[in-house]
């Protein structure tokens, strides 16, 4: 039978980032995030929910997180749900959490980096702009838009 576990989230980082390393030398990042939804209900007022979401990367992509996003910065990620299981310290009781591994993510507004562009295996960032960082590909030279190119 197949199988699927993808997850695209676009929202605000809740807290900053926290990078530390596994005894391997893996990188690993956690952080959390603030996904809003907005809808109409029957009587025509308008509702808002707010998920939080934990999130973790590893290797390149943790060390990028780590370096350019803060609290508060809006970023796509995509990854896959992970289920955890523990039992509580303090109570003994059995607990479990679904969370977020990141696999890519995309800036979501214009604040990149004060240093310029940076480029490592095949991750390229640039300054300024909205992208895509995906450590299994390689990246893709910007293109310019031209005029007679936009379809309105």
């Given at each position: 039978?197949?199988?699927?576990?993808?997850?695209?989230?676009m929202g605000n980082?809740?807290?900053?980032?926290?990078?530390?390393y596994?005894?391997?030398?893996?990188a690993?990042?956690?952080?959390?995030?603030?996904?809003?939804?907005?809808?109409?209900s029957?009587?025509?007022?308008?509702?808002?929910?707010t998920t939080?979401?934990?999130?973790?990367?590893?290797?390149?992509?943790?060390?990028?997180?780590?370096?350019?996003?803060?609290k508060?910065?809006?970023?796509?990620?995509?990854?896959r749900?992970?289920?955890?299981?523990?039992?509580?310290?303090?109570s003994?009781a059995?607990?479990?959490?679904?969370?977020?591994?990141?696999?890519?993510?995309?800036?979501?507004?214009?604040?990149?980096?004060?240093?310029?562009e940076?480029?490592?295996?095949?991750?390229?960032?640039?300054s300024g702009d909205s992208?895509?960082?995906?450590a299994?590909?390689?990246?893709?030279?910007?293109?310019a838009?031209?005029?007679?190119?936009i379809?309105?």
């Open positions: 039978m197949p199988n699927l576990n993808k997850v695209m989230l980082l809740t807290r900053d980032p926290e990078l530390r596994l005894p391997s030398n893996t690993v990042v956690g952080f959390g995030m603030a996904v809003n939804r907005q809808w109409r029957q009587e025509g007022e308008q509702r808002e929910e939080f979401v934990d999130c973790s990367a590893f290797g390149r992509v943790a060390e990028l997180i780590n370096q350019y996003l803060k508060g910065r809006p970023v796509y990620v995509d990854g749900l992970r289920y955890e299981q523990w039992q509580d310290k303090q003994g059995n607990r479990s959490k679904i969370s977020i591994v990141v696999e890519n993510f995309q800036f979501l507004d214009s604040r990149g980096s004060e240093a310029g940076h480029q490592s295996k095949g991750t390229a960032v640039h992208h895509t960082v995906d299994t590909q390689p990246a893709e030279p910007h293109q838009v031209e005029e007679e190119d379809p309105f």
